[in-house]
């Protein structure tokens, strides 16, 4: 518990975790540099520094924000659309074994059926500026799936029975019981598939190459042998990436916090 | 380079005649195959032709032709050579072909100045990307003409994308050089001016032709479907005529063109201006389309039946023939 | 096969009811009861003893539904609504300790709620327990049980289950947590599992009854 | 507890539950045949019948075994490897912060840069052939550590102290603590980076086209418009993915067992 | 600001030493010890009581090294090796009985296992616990309780802490577990912290010490 006293050396400490988490990536950046030196093919492999500057470059033009946009619109309503339909079905998977069996070779098939083949069959129903959308929920709906329904069964059947005799039940139980004991899978689940999500959106952009989004600049820096353009883009790819993975962590942080902390 | 035929005039006057007009969908594939249509496409967004209800659409990957061909989504497509057989061979004769649009685009291409001739590339290892398709079938049909057998006198490297073949010839430690298609050897050589033409792989398959072989080397064809040619001939033949304007437009004004391929994003306007004249761009019709292109697929087939779609399609794959 | 688990409203004493006829009950190999009959009268305490694996806690989980008997039935009135103190304590250890008590009753509206915090606040005090906002995970054991009798007395329940709800607390707590909770149990059925014959006293005219041997009896 | 007489009921259990399943997976293959016949395109669009049949045709032949062997031969060391890096990561993750802060953009990394830009960088090493192996082991690395990890920081703080107290420590400390409460985590690990490996291998075979593997005859497939080929091959990767988690669950579920009722 | 955790070896008395001096403990907002000093006496049994809530758990972690104190010192002999009853049983819930009891001795090879095992099952039997493959959490409450007492005292330990060990037993299982645990821990420190007074019974002249205030005193 943080006492008033306490405040300062907090502050202190959250200061150190950043230096430290800039420290460790600096380390990598070194790291690349001198690689990128030891390889010395800018063709294939471009420096921290001139990637950078090259993205510092980007970052001033309109189309670079409207692009992340525009990518991280479809992505997002994809990945939130698994993580809303992966929570509700694990839910139903728990309750009901029908649902759970139903949904096995589903979602097994979504894990393994590789893109090449499921392309020509989302293709046949939405356009391909869509087509992220649909391999960014495909992705993430499998591993919330998993992780949530995993979750659920690992709850502790000691609590359960507790909310069976005092008739807690429904979203009560929910609430009181299953956040608490499903968030840690669950928010492990949030992280992984984000990550997922994005790259693999990503990655059916680079396949339909709608306007305005990362992939299509990504296909175009690749065949333009743009090197300095290629690393430009990934680099914003994983800053989008890393940004948001903290921003879910943060806010799932403090929401479970202020919901402990209730009275 | 245009070997339109002399059917032109009378597709002209025919939409004139009935004067119904009709939606005319295309699709073609962003590269080669969508350079000629440019002009056409202009004129049609500039409101001046009205004969028929035309609309264009350039998509990136030919998976997404597949489906619209399949739904019925489009009419009229821009494919590569072998895709069409196939798609004639597994829609039963859904579709038809009623021009080459795109002969040999196809360069070997070094760092350095070793290789002159097809014997020249003994010994040496070829990255390639376009396995399955009209890559794999035409170096492979050259090398034999030239007596090398692939895997014992060279080795080609199949890679699944251009850009990686150009990579692997940056980093190759042994001789290499590489296949690769226009428009994508000028970009290359804008980005690596050490990147030099060693072969055209068009006028290599034309070197080896002998007694009556009569085939050429084509990448890209454009297909109806033959629903819609039935209904709508007066259609087809409108649609014919003006794509054959507009490949001897693209043909006699290249920097024009070039800026109409940019701005419609197909290649960047700089890279089109080099890259048009190499590109072979045609609009070849009726006998004379039947004729170059049923000894291509009859070459292909030789090699690979699959790459066809299992069989060397009938006459009726070819439109006005 | 198979004992019926609950019937509802059954002939053994209106609504309230709560009895066991001939049940037997086993673990795998363990036999834990062998034809065990009783009939808890409502609205009266019943203390339930026994040497520790005798069953109690078995019995207990038969009554609230928790377990099925193998042979024979349990019976459970329509109108029990229960409330039950396990042999752990089974608090959500994330919650303050009010947000624990406050859990049987599900969401309650503002003013509903700002009524039953205070009373939960009045009761903590009664207990000696620490009225602030620390997860109950940061409570000491005794503290803990006084929290897991807290959420059992003070829910909307006609029926109390306690499975040794005293133990791990000095005498001076006891007698506080039972001066509050002594009177609110009075009008409620109350099934009370204890190794300490001494928690008798706490109640008027209490029921004994011995759990031993697989069977269940009033001494 | 399993007790002699149980014996036969369970074994019933047993095959009603693989009846079950088996009636899930017909669902799904009625529904996929009248949407086959729905649709009636079959180019795009093949019905498990005709499916089934190609696959059957495609089984007795040895390029059929020898390329799923292949494919299973690389990813699965991409995989393991994975598997196991990816638990020692964690392991000394959970350790050291300097090692999790140093991780933590590599993993990020991994987890967001897209196969487009990565390729370039592995070709650079690797030969193509051994593409699918890196892309697995990059596909998984990042599932099994962030979900071990997760698990050992959920591990139950009092255990730990009672380990503390009693000096048990190291492997015994693993084995007779972490073992079990890192191991839903781990579960999930495992079969959700499985699947995803599986298939991003196969799609890295896509990419760099070795011979004799599941990911050339895909592409094969679809080069040619050979939908019912590449539906057969689509199956097949779907059934090897499902045998082997079911594989891996079931190893996993008997080592527990065993693990749990030494005396 | 800050005490020492533990220092080894110290003056208070050879090896096994366990003291504590001037000691200050809070959690937040709340003050466990104030200045609160002891000696322990090695080999010898100490009883600890207390108000549930007074710290005594937290004396008992403070000398296990589990918390460091805000100010002040815990000593602890170089030699002691501790062994420890939680206040909750801290148990392995998936493994069985006997390997619960065995975990303190971490990897046994067959032949010592053999022996143990032998032991434990003769452990077992003496203080009522059923002797069979069952993994702990399918155990009564008042079986756990002894499984962790065992664990305890088969613990290859000097010095023994044990917290409200014999709450949820009755009297008889009680005698019985003392019987047998009585003589193994006769040689050892021993730290028994409880709310009943009759267990000073168990010991033969204890030192008895109340936890109250913040400060920790003989009487
Ligand atoms: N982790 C913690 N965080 C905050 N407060 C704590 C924590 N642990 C204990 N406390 C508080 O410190 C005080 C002493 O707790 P402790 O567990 O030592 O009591 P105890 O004497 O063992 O009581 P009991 O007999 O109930 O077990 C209590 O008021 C308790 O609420
Ligand atoms: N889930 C279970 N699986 C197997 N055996 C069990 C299970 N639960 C209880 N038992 C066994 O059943 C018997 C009765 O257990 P129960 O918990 O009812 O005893 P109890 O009277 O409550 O004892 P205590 O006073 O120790 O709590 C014990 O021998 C116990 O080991
Ligand atoms: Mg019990
Ligand atoms: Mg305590």
Known sequence: ?263 | ACGTTAQEPAAEEEPAADAEPVAVRTAALKGPTAMGLVRFMSEVDAGNLADNDYTFEIYAAPDEITPLIAKEGVDIAAVPANLAATLYNKTEGGVRVIAINTLGVLYICELGDTVRSVEDLRGKTIYASGKGSTPEYGLQYVLEKNGLTVGEDVTIEWKSEHAECVQALATAEGEAVAMLPQPFVTTAQAQNDKIRVALDLTEEWDRVQTGDETSSMITGVAVVRSAFADENPAAVDAFLAHYAESVDFVNENVADAAQLVGDYDIVPAHVAEKALPECNIVCVTGEDMKERLSGYLAVLADQNAEAVGGAVPGDDFYYGA | MGGTAVSAGSQTGGDLALALRDVEKDYGAVRVLEGASANFEPLRPHVIMGPSGAGKTTLLRLLAGLERPDAGEVMRGADVRLGMTFQEDRLCENLTATANIRLPHGYLPDELLERFLAEERAAMEACGLPVDARPVRELSGGQRRRVAILRCVLADANTLLFDEPLKGMDEKTVDAVMAFVGPLVAERTVLWATHDERELAFFENPVLWRVEDGHVSTC
């Open chain 1, 1 to 263: 518990m943080a006492r008033a006293g306490e405040r300062g050396t907090e502050k202190d400490g959250r200061l150190r975790t950043w230096a430290a988490r800039l420290a460790c990536v600096a380390f990598w950046l070194v790291v690349w540099e001198f690689g990128a030196r030891a390889i010395d093919a800018r063709i294939i492999l471009v420096g921290p520094l001139e990637v950078l500057a090259r993205l510092a470059e980007l970052a001033t033009t309109g189309e670079f924000w409207a692009s992340v946009g525009v990518s991280l619109g479809r992505i997002g309503v994809g990945f939130l659309a698994a993580v809303v339909a992966g929570t509700a079905l694990a839910a139903l998977a728990s309750r009901a074994t029908v649902v759970r069996e139903l949904l096995a070779p589903v979602m097994g098939a979504m894990k393994a059926v590789p893109v090449a083949s499921f392309v020509i069959l989302v293709l046949l129903w939405v356009s391909s500026s869509y087509l992220s959308m649909v391999i960014a929920l495909v992705m993430a709906l499998p591993v919330v799936y998993a992780n949530v329904l995993e979750g659920i069964s690992q709850t502790d059947p000691k609590l359960l029975e507790m909310c069976d005799v005092f008739g807690v039940r429904g979203w009560d139980r929910v609430r009181l019981v299953y956040a608490s004991e499903v968030l840690p899978y669950f928010r492990v689940a949030v992280t992984l598939a984000l990550g997922l999500s994005w790259k693999a959106g990503i990655a059916a952009e680079v396949i339909g190459l709608p306007d305005f989004t990362i992939g299509e600049h990504l296909y175009d820096a690749k065949v333009y042998l743009d090197t300095p353009d290629l690393f430009a883009w990934t680099v914003a790819i994983v800053a989008v990436s890393v940004a948001l993975e903290a921003l879910v962590k943060r806010v799932m942080g403090r929401l479970m916090e202020r919901w402990e902390a209730r009275p």
